[in-house]
């Protein structure tokens, strides 16, 4: 569709995208066609892996998001009066999972000392994610830290509601932004 737009639209430039996967798919043909391409929501720092006039973010990317993630979890603790020391994190497998769970493991956690006690992917839109929930619950995790879209992150707060799992959960974009997830999660 990029190279559509460019090679018989004759856009100028693109606008988007939500999904990482795509962003770093269209990524480099911003860069073959000289047309800027601003991404407005994807997260994965491969988009930006490339040096490029071409391509830009406007949101913050993974990387770029880890100090503000140090500075929320430092604050957490000094509310919970005991720095956290354990989390698990639960990720979708494409990009945006895969890119958030680098960032946390490789960046966040090292940062403040704490150990990842369960780290899991799983794939997208999921019927039943009770196993691994079952897993963090028994993990000894401080915080949990999901990231994953919409249908995903609804079952995922049902799920943690059913199984009594009484973890903070820090949850990372995705699903769990916007009017659909509020609306839809319930007392969840």
């Given at each position: 569709?990029?190279?559509?737009?460019?090679?018989?639209?004759?856009?100028?430039?693109?606008?988007?995208?939500?999904?990482?996967?795509?962003?770093?798919?269209?990524?480099?043909?911003?860069?073959?066609?000289?047309?800027?391409?601003?991404?407005?929501?994807?997260?994965?720092?491969?988009?930006?892996?490339?040096?490029?006039?071409?391509?830009?973010?406007?949101?913050?990317?993974?990387?770029?998001?880890?100090?503000?993630?140090?500075?929320?979890?430092?604050?957490?603790?000094?509310?919970?009066?005991?720095?956290?020391?354990?989390?698990?994190?639960?990720?979708?497998?494409?990009?945006?999972?895969?890119?958030?769970?680098?960032?946390?493991?490789?960046?966040?956690f090292p940062e403040l000392n704490i150990e990842?006690?369960?780290?899991?992917?799983?794939?997208?839109?999921?019927?039943?994610?009770?196993?691994?929930?079952?897993?963090?619950?028994?993990?000894?995790?401080?915080?949990?830290?999901?990231?994953?879209?919409?249908?995903?992150?609804?079952?995922?707060?049902?799920?943690?509601?059913?199984?009594?799992?009484?973890?903070?959960?820090?949850?990372?974009?995705?699903?769990?932004?916007?009017?659909?997830?509020?609306?839809?999660?319930?007392?969840?």
């Amino acid at each position: 569709e990029m190279e559509r737009l460019v090679n018989e639209e004759k856009v100028s430039a693109v606008i988007g995208t939500y999904n990482s996967g795509v962003g770093a798919a269209i990524a480099p043909l911003a860069i073959k066609y000289k047309t800027p391409f601003m991404v407005t929501n994807a997260v994965s720092d491969v988009i930006l892996a490339e040096d490029s006039n071409y391509v830009f973010r406007a949101n913050l990317g993974d990387s770029d998001a880890v100090s503000s993630y140090v500075n929320f979890i430092k604050y957490l603790g000094e509310v919970r009066g005991a720095p956290i020391t354990k989390a698990a994190i639960l990720y979708e497998g494409t990009d945006y999972g895969q890119g958030a769970y680098k960032t946390f493991t490789t960046k966040t956690f090292p940062e403040l000392n704490i150990e990842c006690v369960f780290a899991e992917s799983f794939t997208t839109d999921s019927s039943d994610l009770s196993t691994v929930i079952n897993k963090i619950k028994a993990s000894g995790a401080e915080v949990v830290i999901p990231v994953m879209f919409l249908n995903d992150a609804l079952l995922f707060s049902r799920q943690m509601k059913e199984f009594k799992v009484d973890i903070p959960v820090i949850a990372y974009g995705g699903g769990f932004l916007g009017d659909d997830y509020v609306n839809q999660a319930g007392d969840a």
